[in-house]
C-alpha cells in the first residue's frame, strides 16, 4: 500500500535514474562532466542494475524496495530468534510492522532499505560466539558493502572486524578484516582516484590532502536554509518519535545495563556491547551530520532507518539480564527522562495532534456551568489564561506529552505496588508450606526498583502506541492519496511518446526524475538530476563546476538556450525560464497527467524547440 502511496522523493529518482545511466554505460560514477555522484557508488549501481535486469520505471524500484525490506525481517526474526526465542522475534517483526514511518521508508527506492537489509544479515551472520567461519567472512563482507554504499555506515566495518577480534581471536579477526577491507580496496581500485570526492564529506582540517577533490571555499551552494535551534531540537524529537522503541530501548539498556555475573555467558556480554557501539557511534555521527550542519537538518529521523534494527536486536539481546535494583539517582534520571521524552514528543508532534487536543470537547459540567453541551478545550484555555491561540496550539502538545509522561510514573507506582504486595505473599506462603526451616527465595531476592518498571511500561506503551499521530504514525511528509505507480507511469509513457531519439532534454520536472526512466536514447545535463541541491550560488569557472556534477545560473541559461526540449513541472512554470519558452522559438505539446496522483500541479509542461 505505502509503495503505492508515496510521492517520489529526489534522492529516489537520483539513485534509480543514476544508476541506471551508469549501468547502461552512458556515464560512469565519479567521471568528470557527469552526474553528481555524491554517494558510494553502490548506493545507485543496486538500484541500477535492477532497473536493467526488471525493466526500467517506479514499479521496478518500488518492489524491489519490498522484497529488500522482507529480506530484512527475514534476518531480524532469524537473529532475534536465535538471540532470544520465538516470543521475543515475533516482537521485533511487530515493532517492525507496527511502525508506519518506517513501512513507508523502506516501501521507497531509497538506500535505506538496502543498507538496513545489508547491516541486519551482517550481524545474523556474526553475532554470537559460534558463527561459522564462513558466516564471518559473509558478514564482514557485507560491512564493506555498507560502507561502499554509503558513506555514513562508515563506522560499521572497524567496528565488525574489533568485535570479531574480541569475540573469536586474532586469526578471525584477520580474516574479518581482509573481507570487509578487500571490498572497499576493490570498489575504490575501479574508480579511483575520482571517488575520494565522496571523502569530501569529512571535516577539511582532518583531510587537506582531499582539497584536489573540492570545490573552492568560495563557491557556496544555493540550498543553504536557516534552520533555529529550536528546528534541530524538533527534529530530533521527531527521530525520537518515529524510532521510538529502539532509542528508548537503548537508553533503558544504558540505564539498566547487566552487572558483570547477570550475563548468561560472555559472548553475550561482547555482543551487546559491540551492538550499544554500533548504535551510538553511528547515531552521533547522523546527528552530527543533520544537527551539526544546515544541508538537511529534519533529515535525522530517515538517517536513523539505517540502523534502527541494532537498537531492538540489542533490547532482545539484553532485556532478559536488565539491572533490577537501581540507586536512586538512577530512578531520578530514569523519571526525568520519561517526562522530557514525553513532552518532547508531545512538542514534536503539534503538527499533527495539535487541532485535536485544541477542539477537544470538555463537558460544561465540569466547569462548574449549569448549562448543557460542551466547549473546545482551547476555548476554555484561552478565555481563562489569555493566551494567543497560535501559542496554545504549539503548547497543548507539549503539555498532554507531559501528562502522558506523568500517567507513566503513576501506572509504575501502582505496579511497583502491586509487584511488591505479590512477592510478600508469594514469601509468606512459601515460609507457611515449609515451615520456614530457612529463608525462602522470595524474601531473599529484592523486588526489582520503581525506575526499572517505569522503562519498561514506558517502553511497552511506546511499542502499543508506535502507529498513533503522536507516534510513527504521524509522518505523512510524503504521503499522496491515489496509485502514485499508475500516475508516474502514465506521466513517463506520455514523456516516451513525446520526446524523439537522441533529444538533449532540459529537466525542470518534478523534483524525482522518476518519469526519465521511461525515456530512453535522450541526452540530458546530468547535473539537473539534483535539482537545487547541486547548484551553486557562486563560483565563475564554469568548467570546475561541470567537472564536479555541480551547475548554477549562468549554466542552466546556457543549457535552456542548447536543449531541444524544455520540460518543466506546473508549479515551477514561472520566473525567466517561462519567458523563454513563451518568447517563441518553442512549441507546446500536450502536458503530461500529474506525475503524483494527489497533486495537479505535477503535470509536466512540454516544450520543442522550433527549428
Known amino acids: 500500500m505505502f509503495a503505492h502511496t508515496q510521492e517520489s522523493v529526489l534522492d529516489e529518482g537520483a539513485y534509480v535514474y543514476k544508476g541506471l545511466l551508469f549501468v547502461s554505460g552512458q556515464y560512469v560514477p565519479y567521471q568528470p562532466n557527469g552526474p553528481w555522484t555524491n554517494h558510494m557508488p553502490l548506493a545507485f549501481l543496486v538500484p541500477g542494475y535492477l532497473q536493467d535486469w526488471f525493466g526500467p520505471g517506479i514499479r521496478t524500484a518500488r518492489y524491489s524496495a519490498i522484497l529488500l525490506a522482507i529480506l530484512m525481517l527475514i534476518g531480524v526474526w532469524v537473529l532475534s530468534r536465535r538471540i532470544g526465542n520465538r516470543w521475543w522475534a515475533a516482537a521485533a517483526v511487530w515493532a517492525l510492522a507496527l511502525n508506519p514511518a518506517l513501512l513507508k521508508t523502506y516501501s521507497t527506492a531509497v538506500s535505506q532499505g538496502l543498507v538496513a537489509c545489508m547491516l541486519v544479515w551482517m550481524l545474523a551472520f556474526t553475532l554470537g560466539d559460534d558463527r561459522p567461519w564462513l558466516q564471518i567472512v559473509l558478514g564482514s563482507i557485507l560491512a564493506g558493502a555498507m560502507v561502499m554504499t554509503r558513506i555514513n555506515m562508515l563506522p560499521v566495518a572497524p567496528l565488525l572486524v574489533l568485535y570479531i577480534l574480541w569475540q573469536y581471536g586474532p586469526r578471525m579477526g584477520i580474516v574479518s578484516a581482509f573481507a570487509a577491507g578487500s571490498v572497499i580496496i576493490f570498489w575504490h581500485a575501479l574508480y579511483w582516484p575520482d571517488i575520494l570526492q565522496v571523502w569530501t564529506r569529512l571535516p577539511k582540517s582532518l583531510t587537506p590532502f582531499l582539497d584536489a577533490w573540492r570545490l573552492p571555499s568560495s563557491y557556496k551552494q544555493s540550498w543553504k536554509p536557516d534552520v533555529s535551534t529550536v528546528g534541530r531540537i524538533l527534529s530530533f524529537f521527531h527521530s525520537l ?9 537503548v537508553m533503558a539498556t544504558v540505564m539498566l545495563w547487566p552487572r558483570k555475573g547477570e550475563w548468561k555467558k560472555p559472548s553475550e556480554m561482547r555482543s551487546a556491547v559491540f551492538l550499544l557501539a554500533l548504535f551510538i557511534s553511528l547515531l552521533i555521527s547522523h546527528m552530527w551530520a543533520a544537527l551539526g550542519k544546515d544541508y538537511c537538518v529534519f533529515c535525522l529521523a530517515g538517517y536513523v532507518s539505517f540502523f534502527t534494527a541494532a537498537g531492538l536486536l540489542l533490547i532482545i539481546l539484553t532485556a532478559m539480564s536488565w ?11 530514569i523519571v526525568l527522562m520519561v517526562l522530557v521524552s514525553s513532552a518532547g514528543i508531545g512538542y514534536g508532534a503539534f503538527e499533527q495532534i495539535s487541532d485535536q487536543l485544541y477542539n477537544l470537547n470538555i463537558p460544561r459540567w465540569m466547569l462548574g456551568s449549569p448549562e448543557p453541551g460542551s466547549v473546545p478545550l482551547g476555548a476554555v484555555l484561552i478565555n481563562k489564561f489569555a493566551i494567543a491561540a497560535q501559542e496554545l496550539r504549539r503548547l497543548l502538545p507539549l503539555i498532554f506529552g507531559l501528562i502522558f509522561g506523568a500517567a507513566v510514573l503513576l501506572c509504575t507506582l501502582v505496579v511497583t505496588f502491586l509487584a511488591s504486595r505479590w512477592r510478600k505473599m508469594q514469601a509468606a506462603h512459601s515460609e507457611i508450606k515449609f515451615a520456614n526451616p530457612v529463608k525462602s527465595p522470595h524474601t531473599e531476592r529484592a523486588p526489582a526498583s520503581f525506575g526499572y518498571w517505569a522503562l519498561v511500561i514506558f517502553l511497552a506503551a511506546g511499542f502499543a502506541l508506535s502507529p498513533t499521530l503522536a507516534l510513527a504514525g ?28 537522441g533529444a538533449l532534454v532540459y529537466w525542470k520536472g518534478t523534483l524525482s526524475t522518476i518519469p526519465l526512466l521511461y525515456v530512453r536514447d535522450i541526452r540530458i545535463f546530468p547535473a539537473q538530476i539534483n535539482d537545487g541541491y547541486s547548484m551553486l550560488e557562486t563560483g565563475d569557472d564554469l568548467e570546475l563546476i561541470v567537472r564536479f556534477g555541480r551547475w548554477n545560473e549562468t549554466l542552466s541559461h546556457q543549457w535552456a538556450e542548447q536543449a531541444d526540449f524544455i520540460l518543466i513541472e506546473e508549479r515551477s512554470f514561472r520566473g525567466w525560464l ?34
Open 578 to 611: 517561462r519567458d523563454l519558452v513563451k518568447g517563441g522559438g518553442f512549441e507546446e505539446l500536450m502536458p503530461t497527467p500529474p506525475a503524483a496522483a494527489c497533486r495537479p500541479d505535477s503535470q509536466i509542461r512540454i516544450f520543442k524547440r522550433l527549428h
Open 474 to 501: 504521524g509522518y505523512g511528509t510524503y504521503d499522496c492519496p491515489g496509485d502514485v505507480i499508475v500516475s508516474y507511469e502514465a506521466a513517463g509513457q506520455h514523456l516516451a511518446r513525446a520526446i524523439s531519439p
Open 323 to 333: 539491572r533490577k535494583r537501581l540507586s536512586l539517582w538512577v530512578q531520578l534520571l
Open 241 to 249: 518519535r518515529f524510532h521510538f522503541v529502539s532509542m528508548i530501548g
